[in-house]
């Protein structure tokens, strides 16, 4: 009944931002000629900063500091995305409400649906997190930019063969600075980190499921506590967006640390100037760490 609810509401305001404020301008308001694009997840939003720079109207459509599992658009959010001249989202359940939207109005063209374009692992939304899928959402975004605004086709370029040298000097960091650790395996509290550990070659074990809303049964914990000990871990991952009050419970039960680890499907505000590639060397630096790499 909550889904249909949701898809009821979303097609009311796809209908009102379509036929009427694409027509609406209050108070006389003067229009951004820039080209407007709409994102709903951080790492497609500084992938669209850094290659359009200021020629971009950006617009993060979930908050900045929300838990982006657990979020649902207003009708405001809707009409916003529809006076875009570009949507991008993920088409997976880190955004499911778009998914609902962009069947709505799957004939526009102004959609990119990401994992399309990504290999995706077991249903994982988090696959920004394997340098090759965000190059490839890079690559599709610069090029839907060329395409939507031509006259600064040079500009998008130039910024995107910045922007994949930095991907790759990234990319060769986690490979030699993970590449020879004592310890092989990490404790995350949410099931988001398959992609990173399948490329830099590490184990990852979740207590909760792909949404950090889910709740560990007392059977998935006693077998985390006896996994610290078994495997000599160090520190128990949290997000920042997200409760780390089981990982607080782990960590009491095994008397070792935690520390906060991001998969970057939102930031908290204060962050964003950091940006994402900046963020992952944060991530590189912990993991270093916790798996006493040399």
Request: with cysteine; proline share 4%; glycine share 4%.
């Amino acid at each position: 009944m909550k889904n249909i609810s949701i898809i009821f509401s979303l097609l009311i305001a796809v209908i009102i931002a379509i036929f009427v404020f694409p027509f609406y301008n209050p108070n006389g308001q003067i229009t951004d000629n820039r080209l407007s694009v709409a994102v709903t997840i951080y790492p497609t939003y500084d992938i669209v900063k850094n290659i359009g720079g200021d020629k971009i109207n950006l617009n993060q459509i979930i908050p900045f500091g929300q838990e982006p599992h657990s979020f649902e658009p207003t009708p405001r959010d809707i009409i916003n995305i529809s006076n875009s001249k570009l949507f991008i989202y993920t088409g997976l359940a880190v955004d499911s409400w778009a998914i609902d939207l962009g069947d709505i109005a799957k004939k526009r063209k102004k959609f990119i649906k990401l994992s399309e374009v990504s290999e995706i692992v077991k249903n994982d939304p988090h696959f920004w997190l394997d340098i090759d899928n965000f190059k490839k959402m890079a690559n599709l975004i610069a090029n839907r930019l060329i395409k939507l605004d031509s006259n600064n086709e040079i500009s998008y370029q130039e910024n995107l063969s910045i922007y994949l040298a930095k991907l790759e000097k990234l990319d060769s960091a986690y490979k030699e600075q993970l590449g020879n650790c004592e310890i092989h395996s990490v404790i995350v509290n949410h099931n988001a980190f398959q992609y990173l550990a399948r490329r830099y070659d590490f184990k990852t074990f979740p207590i909760m499921g792909i949404s950090p809303d889910d709740k560990p049964s007392a059977k998935v914990l006693a077998e985390i506590v006896d996994l610290v000990k078994e495997r000599n871990i160090s520190t128990l991952f949290f997000e920042e967006l997200a409760s780390s009050r089981v990982i607080e419970t782990v960590a009491k039960e095994t008397g070792i640390q935690i520390d906060s680890l991001s998969p970057f499907g939102n930031i908290p505000q204060n962050e964003i100037q950091t940006g994402y590639i900046n963020l992952m060397y944060q991530n590189l630096e912990k993991l270093k760490k916790a798996m006493s790499c040399q």
